[in-house]
């Protein structure tokens, strides 16, 4: 929106930008299903933030949960993850991805994954997006008390549905086999619905599956949750 003086005003015009692109947040608290490595409810808790320009993509999340069954701790994990995008035209973009995990049950006790590489959406429209991604990674972690780092590919994809309404759907799924060990790989997968109940407080369902091929000894191959929480956008 422009601003201008009287006819003949020597004042600079002012223009007040209304369409510039924000940062898009939120906050989640709830309860979760576990089945795999710990079955149990547990509390969970979520903070994400986007922003898309034309030429650049943000997002930055954490999440976490914590769970006891009978004064005993059942349920650990800290998770972070944040992913830059430079777009070069419409569709295609470069990324760089890095993200961190720690399963204290998993006998996880951190691990690193980053990497950059190439996108392209196959769908970019105004409320529906489906990308896909592919790129090496470089994996450093200490699982069951041994320190590994080795050179990873990553393959991802992902779908967005956003109705009028402001409910929505999501899909997302990467794959990350080891280069020069195939059969030591990553899957991590995720779908989620989510439904509008005021202009900032939403309900949210999102079941996770996150398996590993080689797990700690002892541990279980593949964790699912299911998680149900309550969310605050601002």
């Known amino acids: 929106m422009a601003v201008s003086g009287r006819a003949g005003d020597t004042n600079q015009i002012a223009v007040v930008a209304t369409n ?3 940062w898009e947040s939120s906050v989640s608290m709830g309860l979760s299903l576990t089945k795999g490595n710990s079955d149990t409810l547990l509390t969970t808790a979520a903070f994400k933030t986007s922003k898309k320009t034309q030429e650049n993509e943000y997002m930055f999340g954490m999440d976490g949960s914590y769970g006891e069954n009978d004064s005993v701790k059942n349920n650990e994990t800290l998770h972070g993850v944040s992913q830059y995008n430079h777009l070069f035209g ?3 973009y470069g990324y760089f991805n890095v993200e961190g995990l720690h399963d204290g049950i998993a006998d996880l006790q951190y691990r690193i ?4 590489g190439a996108g392209y959406y196959f769908l ?3 409320n529906t997006t489906l990308a896909g991604e592919l790129g090496p990674g470089m994996i450093s972690q200490r699982l069951g008390g041994a320190d590994t780092t ?3 590919l990553r393959l ?3 779908f967005e549905r956003k109705f009028d309404n402001g409910a929505r759907v999501w899909e997302k799924v990467e794959f990350l086999p080891q280069v020069n060990k195939l059969r030591n790989f990553l899957v991590n ?3 989620g619905a989510e439904a509008s109940l005021t202009k900032t407080f939403s309900l949210r369902v999102t079941l996770q599956d996150n398996f590993i091929n080689q797990p700690a000894p002892g541990r279980k191959s593949n964790d699912v949750r299911l ?3 309550l969310v605050y956008k601002f």
């Open 156 to 158: 991802a994809e992902h």
């Open 20 to 22: 510039q692109p924000v």
């Open 150 to 152: 080795y050179a990873t």
């Open 113 to 116: 994954t980053l990497g950059p």
């Open 90 to 92: 419409e569709r295609f």
């Open 189 to 191: 997968a995720e779908v």
């Open 124 to 126: 970019k429209e105004t």
């Open 227 to 229: 998680i149900s929480s």
